[in-house]
């Protein structure tokens, strides 16, 4: 759907949910799809998509400093020189020059791979999907911090599986609530496929695993027999330019990787990867081939030539500015206009804050209101499986300008003002 075709109305989510219980296929559907619904962040998307509605609500990348000019010449030298190789089918593993580039790029956060265990995928959400589909059976419990990725939790559910939150404080995951959460669901005889985990720059929650912590939240894992999905679309936008260790560097045998170029390069060339210890890598390429045949030849070429040709540190440092700039935005708005009582993470790198509002504010509630008031932001609940968060949201400033994140946090705090007063 077109976003600018849709209603604008907040009453447009429940129109839908009526509409599905008129469809004439329900009795047919496999028990999976029950698993499949639209996330309130999805639902949210075209509500906020009014040009008047400051939303802070959407993930979407600025995309404004890339380099079109010389990226449309590419396209065009593409098409003319190789063509015939660009628009053909390929390796279900993806085009072998594009995964070695994607080492050199792993490189930079110390990671070091060979292109043979590398599967390029179509985003790192196709590998989320890949990775659910191939560990889990119905039932089966994945570990995630609590909050966690919309678009992983949809992937894990869409497979049956049981998402068990994991606590997060300032510096990510708490190993102490991982070990009690793993020990209670084996004495419960669930059978723990995966920790799930967002080390850098969270994604909702903003903040980045400590240090120190890292080889613990490993050494758990592996001593209960536990997988490592660490997922890292934002681990080279860090504000200064810091990375951190990666967890696959500390234990390549027991961790599966995601990356992506969306946050680097371009999220509509829907291009990422998979880095799997060799035996796992075999599986994931057959789940590929069943689900699409090979990733987009032509796309993996434009962004080999772009990595081959661009100075893509370059863009990427210029990618970093720009979101360090609106992140200062937001947080000096927060400051500015933020009633008491409020409290928010402080993220350094990446394009989210997680806001925890007084007791007895409902975001999800409250979110019509702050519609009509012209902001809208991603209501804490669509980040849980169980329906926590109901006093959080997410505020994303990777997006408006730094003049409209500022205007857009002056109405949201006059809207949480309200609120408590109300
Ligand atoms: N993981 C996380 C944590 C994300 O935030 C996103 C996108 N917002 C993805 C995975 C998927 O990214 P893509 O499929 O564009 O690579």
């Known amino acids: 759907m077109n976003p600018s075709d849709s209603s604008n109305d907040p009453t447009e989510i429940s129109t839908q949910q009526h509409r599905h219980s008129l469809d004439p296929h329900v009795g047919r559907y496999a028990a999976r799809t029950k698993g499949m619904t639209a996330s309130e962040v999805r639902a949210l998307f075209a509500v906020a998509s009014r040009p008047e509605v400051v939303s802070l609500a959407g993930g979407m990348p600025n995309l404004a400093a890339l380099p079109i000019d010389s990226l449309s ?76 990725y919309v678009g992983a939790l949809s992937s894990f559910s869409a497979y049956q599986a049981n998402v068990v939150h994991v606590a997060m404080d300032d510096d990510g995951l708490q190993p102490a609530a991982l070990r009690e959460a793993i020990e209670t669901a084996h004495r419960h005889g669930q059978r723990v496929k995966f920790l799930y985990t967002i080390p850098n720059f969270h994604n909702p929650a903003g903040v980045t695993l400590a240090v120190s912590r890292r080889a613990e939240v490993l050494e758990i894992c592996a001593e209960h027999g536990i997988m490592v999905l660490e997922d890292n679309p934002y681990g080279l936008l860090g504000f200064n330019g810091q990375t951190y260790p990666s967890l696959r560097t500390q234990d390549p045998n027991n961790v599966v990787y995601l990356g992506s170029f969306s946050k680097t390069f371009a999220s509509g060339l829907r291009v990422g990867w998979v880095l799997a210890p060799h035996a796992v890598r075999e599986k994931l390429v057959l789940a590929a081939e069943s689900a699409t045949l090979c990733p987009p030849t032509f796309n993996q070429m434009l962004v080999s030539r772009y990595l081959a040709t661009h100075d893509w540190q370059g863009q990427i440092k210029k990618f970093r500015e720009n979101y360090r700039e609106r992140r200062d935005a937001m947080l000096s708005a927060l400051e500015q206009y933020m009633p008491a009582g409020c409290s928010w993470t402080k993220p350094d790198g990446g394009f989210y804050v997680w806001l925890t509002a007084p007791e007895g504010v409902d975001t999800k509630a409250m979110l019509p209101r702050a519609v009509t008031a012209r902001v809208a932001y991603a209501s804490g609940t669509g980040f849980y499986a169980d329906q926590l968060g109901s006093r959080q949201m997410r505020l994303s400033y990777c997006y408006p300008t730094p003049e409209r994140i500022q205007e857009g946090v002056r109405r949201l705090s006059g809207v949480l003002t309200d609120e408590l007063e109300l």
């Open 73 to 148: 010449e590419q396209v065009a030298s593409l098409v003319s020189n190789d063509g015939l190789v660009a628009l053909q089918y390929g390796s279900a593993q993806g085009v072998p020059e594009l995964r070695e580039q994607i080492c050199d790029v792993m490189a930079l956060e110390g990671i070091q791979a060979h292109p043979d265990d590398v599967v390029v995928t179509v985003g790192s959400q196709m590998g989320l999907d890949m990775v659910t589909r191939v560990f889990c059976d119905p039932g089966d419990v994945v570990l995630a911090e609590g909050p966690s």
